[in-house]
């Protein structure tokens, strides 16, 4: 496998020290599905421009650009002098083969791996890169806007990868240590245990204080905190919301309370919907979860007040929409939003021709008891906590949910669907997950297009409509026009109760002083 010398420990390393209770998936970028994945990625690598304290562009692995005077194309200046951790030239041309990987997938009509990242370079338009020398990259884009700085592919040396294709790049297997131009490169993992990065000297920014950064994973938050109380780390992830308030008088403690890009969701299973039959051992069990009239009775039975006092301690807010309230420029609530109203939800499921028999049991169309499996991960304490109120919740509507809890990768294998590959059944009927975007709304919207089932998308849902929509955002040229569509988009997967949004909970932390 391609690798690099084990960089070299300093005699004393002030190591910082981070937990965690997700566990790593990954260390390539492109098969990554979780928040901590994306951490590493990032401190080992650089987008071509990054973003600023205030999501502003900043420079990355480019260090200016400029836009052509007829607005189709754009010339980034790469570095001089920069490097890779392995002491070889950082150029345009890791850059353009970096690009380029996502560009052919484009024109293919595909994605790469989990088709998380390369999305925002075709929501940039772009259509062709080329590199005419080491210092510069020039991108011919059809978008009007520039979204062109806000794409999230982080540059990857070609001299390690330039074999790969976009075909084969999603499943290269990145080993520690990697080689990277950020901050601190990858140079252990243990899976399950730890992932270590050391300082990289090569890199051309300003020099973190720790030598090195030890993510280590845990089972659970009870002992994570223990650890952060001992000096054992000095910075815990996702602690709950007890342990947060519990630790706010503890001596050489700062907690920290931030707004969340995401939020947590019930992700109902429509796949077969289009063909209108159910496939035994693949999709959903019940035709019901393709009725939007269903989805949207289920959604009266959830009190979300209640979840985000009683789970997340307050911290957090109400679920509604598909784009965050933290993204204020884009956010809209629906246009007509559903309340907690249990007898409500029941008369809209009676309406809708789910009935209930004599045993108080709701029936399907075809007059079978509806019986929901609801899958979760173990990566937060609130996951279990949550899928126990919404068990109890449907109950009272005569639905039984079987709650069962996961570990991440499981998960992700459980809810891909056949188009991922023969061995994959979509074979679930609610997903209790959650998810985190970046900077533009559309690193959230694009897990509801038709093109996302397959690959990122956990519903499965397919809409014609609404892939047109996103489509027609992408080309707006101004902000409010783009804001337009957006509220349409954001009403239209609440009214159709694709989701279930239950809360935006807020990014809890706590650091040793």
């Known amino acids: 496998m391609p690798t690099a010398a084990l960089p070299a420990r300093a005699a004393s390393p002030l190591i910082l020290r981070v937990g965690?209770?997700?566990?790593?998936?990954?260390?390539?970028?492109?098969?990554?599905?979780?928040?901590?994945?994306?951490?590493?990625?990032?401190?080992?690598?650089?987008?071509?421009?990054?973003?600023?304290?205030?999501?502003e562009p900043v420079p990355g692995f480019a260090d200016s650009w400029t836009r052509a005077a007829d607005g189709k194309s754009w010339t980034f200046h790469i570095r001089t002098g920069m490097t890779w951790s392995d002491g070889q030239p950082a150029t345009s041309a890791d850059a353009c083969f970096s690009w380029g990987l996502a560009v052919a997938a484009i024109k293919d009509g595909a994605n790469i791996g989990a088709g998380y990242l390369d999305p925002s370079l075709k929501d940039a338009?772009?259509?062709?890169?080329?590199?005419?020398?080491?210092?510069?990259?020039?991108?011919?884009?059809?978008?009007?806007?520039?979204?062109?700085?806000?794409?999230?592919?982080?540059?990857?040396?070609?001299?390690?990868?330039?074999?790969?294709?976009?075909?084969?790049?999603?499943?290269?297997k990145f080993v520690a240590p990697l080689v990277g131009t950020g901050p601190y490169t990858t140079a252990e993992w243990k899976t399950s245990q730890y992932v270590r990065l050391?300082?990289?000297?090569?890199?051309?920014?300003?020099?973190?204080?720790?030598?090195?950064?030890?993510?280590?994973?845990?089972?659970?938050?009870?002992?994570?905190?223990?650890?952060?109380?001992?000096?054992?780390?000095?910075?815990?992830?996702?602690?709950?919301?007890?342990q947060l308030k519990a630790l706010e008088?503890?001596?050489?403690?700062?907690?920290?309370?931030?707004?969340?890009?995401?939020?947590?969701?019930?992700?109902?299973?429509?796949?077969?919907?289009?063909?209108?039959?159910?496939?035994?051992?693949?999709?959903?069990?019940?035709?019901?979860?393709?009725?939007?009239?269903?989805?949207?009775?289920?959604?009266?039975?959830?009190?979300?007040?209640e979840l985000v006092d009683r789970i997340?301690?307050?911290?957090?807010?109400?679920?509604?929409?598909?784009?965050?309230?933290?993204?204020g420029a884009w956010h809209v609530e629906p246009d007509h939003p559903r309340t907690f109203d249990i007898a409500l939800a029941m008369q809209k499921l009676d309406a809708a021709g789910y009935k209930l028999d004599a045993n108080g049991n709701r029936l399907d169309k075809e007059g079978k008891p509806i019986s929901l499996r609801l899958d979760y991960p173990n990566t937060k304490d609130t996951y279990a906590k949550a899928a126990q109120f919404v068990k109890d919740w449907y109950g009272q509507l005569g639905i039984k949910v079987t709650a069962q809890q996961y570990d991440s990768?499981?998960?992700?294998?459980?809810?891909?669907?056949?188009?991922?590959?023969?061995?994959?059944?979509?074979?679930?009927?609610?997903?209790?997950?959650g998810w985190s975007g970046n900077p533009d709304p559309n690193a959230l919207l694009q897990i509801f297009r038709c093109d996302a089932i397959g690959s990122s998308s956990d519903s499965q849902y397919c809409n014609p409509a609404f892939d047109k929509l996103y489509d027609q955002q992408n080309a707006a040229t101004t902000a409010d026009a783009r804001k337009t569509i957006l509220a349409q988009m954001q009403n239209l997967i609440y009214d159709q109760a694709v989701y279930d949004i239950l809360y935006y909970d807020s990014n809890l932390a706590a650091y040793r002083t």
């Open 20 to 55: 965690t209770t997700q566990d790593l998936d990954a260390l390539n970028p492109y098969q990554t599905l979780l928040v901590s994945g994306y951490e590493v990625f990032q401190l080992t690598y650089n987008l071509l421009v990054d973003f600023g304290p205030n999501l």
């Open 125 to 172: 338009g772009v259509t062709k890169v080329v590199c005419p020398d080491a210092q510069t990259m020039i991108a011919s884009t059809t978008d009007p806007s520039d979204r062109v700085l806000q794409v999230y592919l982080p540059i990857i040396p070609q001299h390690i990868w330039g074999k790969e294709t976009y075909k084969t790049i999603g499943d290269a």
């Open 198 to 242: 050391v300082r990289n000297p090569s890199y051309w920014g300003k020099q973190g204080a720790a030598d090195e950064v030890v993510i280590q994973f845990f089972k659970g938050a009870d002992t994570m905190v223990q650890a952060l109380k001992a000096g054992e780390i000095d910075y815990a992830r996702d602690t709950t919301p007890e």
């Open 249 to 305: 008088n503890q001596p050489n403690i700062k907690t920290v309370v931030g707004s969340s890009n995401g939020w947590s969701q019930l992700a109902f299973n429509e796949y077969g919907a289009a063909k209108g039959t159910l496939t035994p051992g693949i999709g959903p069990s019940t035709k019901a979860l393709w009725d939007p009239a269903f989805r949207d009775a289920l959604g009266y039975a959830i009190d979300k007040k």
């Open 312 to 327: 997340l301690g307050g911290y957090g807010e109400v679920g509604t929409t598909i784009v965050p309230p933290v993204l």
């Open 409 to 433: 990768a499981t998960l992700g294998n459980i809810v891909l669907p056949p188009e991922a590959g023969k061995d994959f059944k979509a074979n679930y009927d609610i997903e209790l997950w």
